[in-house]
């Protein structure tokens, strides 16, 4: 795994946002939340799609979006 690009999984991506689980992945079906690359079983996501679903948010949040 890329290093300056690590991922995250399904579980950890909710601590993040103080969510659960199943609240991110019907994000991720619902096409409003952060993209996942689905390896094998498992959906990650780069800390990089995260930083910049963060940033769509806060601008959205912010009335510039």
Excluded at 8 to 27: D, I, K, L, M
């Amino acid at each position: 795994m890329n290093n300056e690009d690590p991922f995250s999984t399904t579980e950890q991506v909710a601590e993040r946002y103080w969510t659960s689980p199943a609240t991110v992945r019907y994000w991720r079906h619902a096409g409003i939340g952060p993209r996942g690359v689905k390896i094998g079983r498992k959906v990650l996501y780069r800390e990089s799609e995260l930083q910049r679903w963060e940033k769509e948010r806060e601008a959205a949040e912010s009335g510039a979006a």
